[in-house]
């Protein structure tokens, strides 16, 4: 993090009423913090869209196991991109159900592209990818994105 930078912005005093009661409702003790966050989520979401960004994230998955074939086609899936797989984890949630949360790790497009995979297997009653970043002050997407720095007039 660099050093700090005070701003003021200005806002409708209704929407800023409405913001404070929705942080507050959140637990955030202190505005800049919600705005820090809320920046954050800007950013993360801004460099995980981008392919070739190196995310991590995680899966989850709701399935039911007695779907035909359900449990092959999934450890076959994770065999088969390994490679983007840090670990998994299973619950048993009752006799038919079962949560599955993967931890993945690696190229935006593959980890999306391997998250589809998983959550379009036919069983898999419901999915859901999130991704994120390592740290957002490690990775500076716009400098990797572009390759040509004569494209830059700073
Ligand atoms: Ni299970």
Redesign the pocket.
């Given at each position: 993090m660099g050093e700090l930078s005070r701003i003021g912005i200005a806002l409708d005093s209704e929407l800023l009423k409405r913001f404070d009661l929705s942080i507050e409702k959140s637990g955030y003790t202190n505005r800049s913090e919600a705005f820090r966050d809320l920046i954050r989520d800007r950013l993360v979401r801004e460099q995980t869209a981008a392919p070739d960004a190196t995310v991590v994230g995680t899966v989850t998955l709701i399935y039911n196991?007695h779907a035909y074939g359900i449990t092959e086609k999934l450890t076959e899936a994770q065999h088969e991109h390994h490679d983007l797989v840090v670990s998994t984890s299973?619950?048993?949630?009752d006799h038919d159900?079962?949560?599955?949360v993967l931890i993945v790790h690696g190229k935006a497009a593959r980890v999306q592209h391997f998250a589809d995979i998983l959550i379009g297997l036919k069983g898999v009653e419901h999915g859901r990818l999130v991704m994120t970043v390592p740290s957002l002050d490690a990775e500076h997407p716009h400098e990797h994105a572009h390759e040509h720095p004569h494209q830059h007039s700073h």
């Open positions: 196991h299973h619950a048993h949630l159900s079962c949560l599955e």
